[in-house]
């Protein structure tokens, strides 16, 4: 929870760097907290409006710690588009975000594992 917390701290921050644990453990929480809010829409009646209200507001979080995530392995962040091509592009992004990040500073800033 401590890592989703520091994301929604950074929620529009798109410089800099996040280590994998930063970018996976939010991945994992947003999950989490998404079904959750689901099914309670389901027990009440919404269908999947709240899911779909919490989602809409943790899009920016989630595109900034994608792009934060990219910039660790010394990529663009416009590398985040490649999620518009089906099937590929999704594969090639997963392949982005479970690489090490680079070692030492990069272009975009510092080595947030050395911090």
């Known amino acids: 929870m401590e890592w989703y917390l520091v994301v929604m701290k950074k929620y ?5 760097r ?18 959750v809010l689901g099914l309670l829409g389901q027990l009440i009646g919404l269908k999947e409006q709240i899911a779909n209200l919490y989602s ?8 900034a710690v994608g ?8 990529r663009s962040g416009w590398w985040l588009l490649i999620n518009l091509i ?10 982005f975000m479970i690489c090490e990040g680079q070692a030492g500073p990069n272009r975009f800033g510092e080595d947030p594992k050395a911090a």
């Open 67 to 74: 792009v934060r995530r990219l910039h660790d392995t010394d």
């Open 18 to 35: 996040a280590r994998r644990k930063e970018y996976w453990m939010f991945v994992l929480c947003n999950l989490g907290i998404a079904l």
């Open 86 to 95: 089906p099937v590929a592009g999704t594969l090639v992004f997963l392949y």
């Open 12 to 16: 529009a921050v798109f410089t800099g």
């Open 56 to 63: 809409l507001v943790v899009l920016l979080p989630s595109l």
